[in-house]
T-cell receptor, first 115, second 110 residues
């Protein structure tokens, strides 16, 4: 599938490193999302971008910094992470219309390990 | 905010049996209810969804029912097969964001 792609697929980093996750959607959608998926936890919404504007930040620590340069690309910049930040980070996109939610399509995720 | 409860957390069935997973939600304004299937090591993928103006929707062996009054909706899988084994997530949305349930691990034994 090529609808939503993410790179890298796997990332191991130390607590003092700085890295970035990249997401690209090829579906012509106007909204993009970052989720965190940990073992035995539901999908946790981190950030939402609607028409390139951040509309939601669910109390995410500042060591996670999102960037959305255009409606097709989304980044998650990481710095000074903690071991508990190790998880699968999923990107998703959808088409948001007035008063109507459409399906969110997920990327394959980045498996992040913080040592 | 929206609160979504999903039950059961694990479900084991024999091949050919039916499986039912139920979710309840709190916000009566919610109007979109998708179900996702996530196989081990793969991304969540939409398998069926329903909007608040419909009470039931079916796609081959999969169906979803919605009771807006009681604020619950259910996923029904008939004639289960081993390849149905996965984690299933329900989700609820009022506008652009989805709130997910904690997931149900379905195990289908041959």
């Amino acid at each position: 599938e090529t609808g939503v792609t993410q790179t890298p697929r796997h990332l191991v980093m130390g607590m003092t490193n700085k890295k970035s996750l990249k997401c690209e959607q090829h579906l012509g959608h106007n909204a993009m999302y970052w989720y965190k998926q940990s073992a035995k936890k539901p999908l946790e919404l981190m950030f939402v971008y609607n028409f390139k504007e951040q509309t939601e930040n669910n109390s995410v620590p500042s060591r996670f910094s999102p960037e959305c340069p255009n409606s097709s690309h989304l980044f998650l910049h990481l710095h000074t992470l903690q071991p508990e930040d190790s998880a699968l980070y999923l990107c998703a996109s959808s088409q948001v219309r007035e008063a109507q939610t459409d399906t969110q399509y997920f990327g394959p995720g980045t498996r992040l390990t913080v040592l | 905010g929206e609160n979504v409860e999903q039950h059961p957390s694990t479900l084991s069935v024999q091949e050919g049996d039916s499986a039912v997973i139920k979710c309840t939600y709190s916000d009566s304004a919610s109007n979109y209810f998708p179900w996702y299937k996530q196989e081990l090591g793969k991304r969540p993928q939409l398998i069926i969804d329903i909007r608040s103006n419909v009470g039931e929707k079916k796609d081959q062996r999969i169906a979803v029912t919605l009771n807006k009054t009681a604020k619950h909706f259910s996923l029904h899988i008939t004639e289960t097969q081993p390849e149905d084994s996965a984690v299933y997530f329900c989700a609820v949305s009022g506008y652009s964001t989805l709130t997910f349930g904690k997931g149900t691990m379905l195990l289908v034994s041959p």
